[in-house]
């Protein structure tokens, strides 16, 4: 799949089969999510890989019973390093340029897992200290997204998106 038709065939997916993902798939995954840009290349985010269903069921609670990621074999838990940012940043760095990092390698996770015919569905809704409970986070971790990878067992409908003429517009210099 090129680039192109990767972005198009990306969508969220809340169905999965019940078959494991092959380690070298989640080794894919993982190396796009670390070519990822990074504010100062300091790569603000740490990822936690889940494979053990009981701790995915607790999450699932943690992300208020969207019980859709219980069925995934493996659960990416990409989380925000704000002090490893604000060491060279500041507060820019703690406050955006960490989760700016942590998103942005979930978005490079999601092409690659989409390029390798796998499923995923952003979850950004859940209780944060809760997640960080379950998955025993180090302090200062600040859990941004969690991604159930899996293979999957539907193909939703394409959701509309915004024209580009709604969407974008260019600058023009003020008339002097």
Known sequence: MDFFQTVHAR????????????????QKILSAA??????GNLQAYEIVIVRDAAT??????????QDFMAQAPVVLAFCADPARSAAKYGRAGEELYSL????IAVTYAQLAATALGLATCWIGAFREQEV??????RAGLRPIALLPVAWPA???PRTPRRELS??????LPKAT
């Open 11 to 26: 969508q969220s997916v809340r169905a999965y089969q019940a078959k494991p993902i092959e380690a070298r798939q989640i």
């Open 34 to 39: 670390n070519q990822s840009p990074s504010a």
């Open 56 to 65: 995915i069921r607790a999450l699932t609670q943690a992300c208020y019973n």
């Open 100 to 103: 700016q990092d942590a998103t």
């Open 132 to 137: 960080v409970k379950v998955l025993h986070l």
């Open 154 to 156: 539907e193909t939703p």
């Open 166 to 171: 709604d969407l974008v517009r260019e600058h």
